[in-house]
């Protein structure tokens, strides 16, 4: 079972923009950790695999931003979901429009 996961976290409680920007780093860096080929967006991170460690990832990255100190967090979520493990990747999706990135 495949799955695609959009994650955009969003820490609460906090004082500014770095401290923003440093729990969302926390995040993310931890999100790699366990999707090297994780896609990093201005406003979500895709990951995509295995169904079940897409969820206990998700699941995850609310616990490292509360441990990194937001007192409260905001996530959204998009989920697809394949049983049938035929899933069109982020690659797939988005390789056209980011040909001549460096």
Do not use: W
């Not at 500014?16 to 979500?44: H, K």
Request: aromatic letters at 8%.
């Amino acid at each position: 079972m495949k799955a695609s996961v959009a994650i955009q976290l969003l820490p609460q409680g906090v004082q500014g923009n770095d401290e923003v920007v440093r729990v969302v780093d926390e995040v993310i860096a931890y999100i790699m950790s366990e999707f090297p080929d994780a896609y990093v967006g201005p406003f979500e991170t895709a990951i995509e695999g295995d169904y079940d460690h897409c969820m206990e990832v998700l699941a995850e990255c609310t616990r490292v931003a509360v441990r990194a100190g937001s007192a409260k967090v905001a996530v959204y979520s998009k989920i697809f979901f394949d049983d049938a493990d035929n899933l069109l990747t982020t690659e797939e999706k988005t390789a056209k429009y980011h040909e001549n990135d460096a």
